[in-house]
């Protein structure tokens, strides 16, 4: 019982005191200041027809909102934050050029009906 007491021990110390840690995640990806993709004229009537906006127009409306890129439950904001360097109107930049066209959320927010609770409350009497 003992011997195996002691091998515990010494496998216990030598994972926590001689085994190194794991070195820290680098990027060695080199930081480009992206630049917001250039549409014809052509190609923005049409993307206007469809009623969608522009890369250029949603950074824009993000940018006035205080946005910030979608990220998701890995990681991926903190990488986007470090990538950018934390300059957050470069991420946007770089996430509006990832579609040809989106949808506006100033739209969206004419749509949402706000819920009136004061109708559905039970009163008790």
């Not at 480009?32 to 250039?38: D, T």
């Amino acid at each position: 019982m003992k011997k195996e007491k002691l091998e515990q021990l010494k496998r216990w110390m030598e994972r926590v005191f001689v085994e190194q840690p794991e070195p820290a995640r680098t990027y060695s990806v080199p930081y480009v200041k992206p630049e917001l993709r250039e549409l014809s004229e052509e190609e923005i009537n049409a993307i206007h027809e469809r009623g969608y906006i522009t890369p250029s127009e949603a950074y824009h409306e993000w940018k006035c909102m205080d946005l910030c890129a979608p990220g998701d439950a890995i990681g991926s904001a903190k990488e986007r934050c470090y990538r950018f360097d934390h300059k957050c109107s470069d991420c946007l930049k770089d996430y509006a050029n990832q579609k040809k066209e989106w949808v506006s959320l100033f739209e969206n927010l004419q749509y949402t009906v706000r819920y009136d609770f004061r109708d559905k409350v039970l009163v008790k009497k």
